[in-house]
């Protein structure tokens, strides 16, 4: 047994051989961490990387493929548009019949300068001036006026009543409804349409004198008057200068008037897209458009359709076109469109495009020479006098073939097959439309239609007329 000063006299060298040992173990540990090369953790949260393993590792791939290289840091996005103040409110009448027009006018603007995205309703319809029915309750006289919405940039919005006004219990005698729509193959023209609505007159009472409408006076916010003898008329929308807004505003008036000279008037509001705007704030990109003469297609004597396009833009400056490629659609081609065949923008023939009215190229398919093809569009590329690319298209396409017997359906409906001849007599056509038909219906031309018996014996009759895209025959 040792004495307790000889482990005293021990304890000094254990000591030091512990220290000695931890020494090499720290240095073992050193140096096998130097000769190693762990891979990192899969990911580093504040730059968004993952450590790649040394070239020549044989778990690169492994790697690679368990771990995914991270997408990149988003952009900050935009901060969200601040919605618009409405300034003002304004009530055309302070008490109006039930059902009789009120105009309704918007101002309003946006903190943030987004004036240019601006877009309105007012109850049910849309524009910054919108004309107004309200109708009381029959059974309590009861109304509710309608609330004002204005919208910005990505249709934030605010919403607002409108300043109240008094509904009275009585109705106009008459009220006049204004329509519209957009004609096919155009850009900015609209098709308006009046129509005379008499009040219903309660049995018992003698019946008012008819109104019979003689004249029509149109009133576009961008032109002068237009006068009309039928309810119809077809106008161009203009838009303000370059590219304008979102929308464009308008608000068309019709004034009918009868023989004595007594008027009565309607009106409507239009809020349209402004595509050149859409186009131009989304992808940067100046829009040409392209408007045919004659609207639809026709197939000269000598096989050949001819047609003039219009072509325009509501950049500024002039469009230079680059580039002009050309796709032909063939006739039950099942194999897909095939490829664009450059062609010679010396040969549309212009190269250059001005900015407003812009200018007209005559183009010309050859369908006989070319039977298998159905349509010819040309692809127009160009850049903007500030670098800006433009881009638009037009179609010369081949007529559909004229009716016969072997490629139509016979009309049997006796009302329809009286429309058709009248719309022949009336237009000195051999064939018409639906388009046809449509406006001589819109300016009452078949208001006293003769409608006669249609023989059971008429099985093959010769063709007459178009409906619905497909020729058919009427039988007589």
Request: charged share 20%.
């Amino acid at each position: 047994m040792t004495s307790t000063s000889e482990n005293r006299s021990r304890r000094p060298g254990r000591q030091a051989l512990m220290l000695l040992a931890l020494l090499a173990l720290g240095g073992a540990v050193g140096w096998w961490l130097s000769r190693e090369q762990p891979v990192a953790p899969a990911s580093v949260a504040q730059g968004r990387t993952r450590a790649a393993p040394p070239p020549g590792d044989p778990s690169a791939q492994a790697l690679a493929a368990a771990h995914p290289p991270l997408d990149p840091a988003p952009a900050p996005s935009e901060p969200s548009p601040a919605p618009p103040i409405v300034d003002e409110v304004i009530v055309e009448k302070q008490e109006v019949c039930s059902g009789e027009e009120n105009l309704i006018s918007v101002r309003a603007h946006t903190p943030d300068g987004n004036d240019a995205f601006l877009h309105y309703t007012v109850g049910d319809g849309t524009g910054q001036r919108i004309p107004v029915r309200v109708w009381r309750d029959d059974s309590n006289g009861a109304y509710e006026l309608p609330r004002v919405t204005v919208f910005t940039r990505d249709n934030v919005s605010v919403t607002v009543p409108v300043p109240a006004y008094r509904v009275k219990d009585c109705e106009p005698e008459r009220l006049v409804h204004v329509m519209s729509r957009r004609l096919p193959n155009s850009a900015d023209e609209f098709e308006f349409f009046a129509q005379v609505v008499q009040k219903p007159v309660p049995a018992g009472q003698p019946a008012p004198k008819p109104f019979v409408p003689v004249r029509y006076v149109w009133t576009f916010d961008d032109s002068a008057p237009e006068t009309t003898s039928r309810p119809i008329v077809a106008h161009a929308l203009a838009g303000g200068p370059g590219l304008g807004g979102q929308y464009t505003q308008h608000l068309v008036r019709v004034d009918v008037f009868d023989a004595s000279g007594h008027q009565d008037t309607g009106r409507t509001s239009l809020q349209v897209l402004n595509t050149s705007f859409e186009n131009f704030d989304k992808k940067g990109i100046v829009t040409v458009f392209a408007t045919g003469t004659p609207r639809f297609p026709v197939l000269d004597a000598d096989g050949v359709v001819r047609q003039t396009f219009r072509l325009s833009h509501h950049f500024r400056g002039p469009v230079r076109l680059t580039r002009v490629t050309a796709v032909r659609a063939f006739v039950g081609n099942k194999n897909g469109p095939p490829p664009p065949e450059q062609v010679d923008a010396a040969a549309l023939p212009v190269s250059e495009i001005p900015e407003g009215p812009g200018t007209e190229v005559k183009m010309a398919f050859n369908a006989q020479a070319e039977p298998d093809v159905f349509s010819v569009t040309y692809a127009l590329e160009g850049v903007s006098a500030d670098g800006h690319p433009a881009r638009g298209t037009f179609s010369l396409m081949r007529p559909p073939p004229r009716p016969t017997r072997d490629n139509n359906t016979p009309l049997t409906d006796p009302v329809l097959l009286a429309k058709v001849k009248r719309a022949r007599e009336l237009l000195h056509q051999e064939f018409v439309t639906d388009e046809d038909l449509l406006r001589l219906e819109r300016e009452g031309r078949f208001a006293q239609l003769d409608v006669g018996p249609v023989p059971a014996s008429a099985k093959h009759p010769p063709a007459e007329g178009t409906l619905g895209g497909r020729a058919r025959n009427p039988a007589r």
